[in-house]
Each structure stands twice: as structure tokens, then as C-alpha cells.
């Protein structure tokens, strides 16, 4: 999985995203019609310390991101991409 990972991208990126490229071909080579690919943009705080808690940038992207590498119309594969604000009542400014 992580093989076919690495190598169906072609800009260089973390191994985080380079393992959901695997993830979503596994599923896509398993015949999954379906998949599910939040845009995590907000995390809840862990500790009261912590003014916000901001998600990874490549997670709110992710779908984009792989979108541009993977042929989903041509798999016949849809996604589900809703927006995630898992702390957006925690935020101060």
C-alpha cells in the first residue's frame, strides 16, 4: 500500500499523505464505489494552554490533493468530502 502510494505521486509530500494515496487505490482496486475523505480543518484542543488547534495543511486538502493524482470518474468512484471543524467552538481570537 505504501508503495503504490509513493509512487502514484509525483510532487514530493509527507508520508501521511503519500499513505492515504495507498489507502484510497487499496479501496478503488477493491471495488469500493464510495469513499469518504473529510476536509479536517480544525482539531479540538487538548489542553486549555492551547490558544487554537489547527489541523495539518494538507488535511483540509487531501481530496484535492488526490483528485489530481487519481482517476475517479474513470474508476467510477465517488467522494464524499464534507468540511470538519472538530473545534471550531474552541477558538479564541
Not at 6 to 34: D, M, Q, T
Not at 43 to 55: D, G, R, V, W, Y
Request: charged residues 20%; positive net charge.
Amino acid at each position: 500500500m505504501i508503495r503504490e502510494g509513493v509512487e502514484n505521486i509525483i510532487v514530493e509530500s509527507c508520508f501521511p499523505v503519500k499513505l492515504a494515496h495507498g489507502h484510497i487505490l487499496n479501496l478503488i482496486n477493491k471495488g469500493v464505489k464510495r469513499i469518504f475523505i473529510p476536509s479536517v480543518i480544525t482539531m479540538k484542543k487538548q489542553s486549555e494552554k492551547i490558544l487554537n488547534s489547527f489541523a495539518c495543511p494538507y488535511a483540509p486538502v487531501l481530496a484535492l490533493h488526490v483528485e489530481g493524482f487519481i482517476d475517479f470518474d474513470g474508476s467510477g468512484v465517488g467522494m464524499d468530502v464534507p468540511l470538519s471543524t472538530l473545534g471550531a467552538g474552541d477558538r479564541k481570537y
